[in-house]
């Protein structure tokens, strides 16, 4: 069963930057579309970006120009550098194969972004 464990959250000042990891445990990474996901309180999850094997990314509207997915196929770990960081970014971070084109494997624990001054 392939693993997804997240890492790089914490709190961040408004404006601030975070870079997000997940790694994976499965070589079937490097094939799948992923996505990064985020879900707050008393809301639901929602897909911010993602990305496919071969490097094409998507962007969510409240995202877009602020985060950057990318990823490493040899290491297969996808990453989420976040800029310009606002409270409304506050939530909790998965990743997980884009949910558009693929099923979702287990989710991971994810890691807590909280942006707040």
């Known amino acids: 069963q392939v693993q997804l464990v997240e890492s790089g959250g914490g709190l961040v000042q408004p404006g601030g930057s975070l870079r997000l990891s997940c790694a994976a445990s499965s070589t079937i990474f490097s094939i799948s579309p992923m996505g990064w996901y985020r879900q707050a309180p008393g809301k639901q999850r929602e897909l911010v970006a993602a990305?496919?094997?071969?490097?094409?990314?998507y962007y969510a509207d409240s995202v877009k120009g602020r985060f950057t997915i990318s990823r490493d196929n040899a290491k297969n770990t996808v990453y989420l550098q976040m800029n310009s960081l606002k409270p409304e970014d506050t939530a909790h971070y998965y990743c997980?194969?884009?949910?558009?084109?693929?099923?979702?494997?287990?989710w991971g624990q994810g890691t807590q972004v909280t942006v707040s001054s």
């Open positions: 990305i496919r094997s071969g490097g094409s990314t």
């Open positions: 997980n194969r884009d949910a558009r084109i693929a099923t979702p494997l287990g």
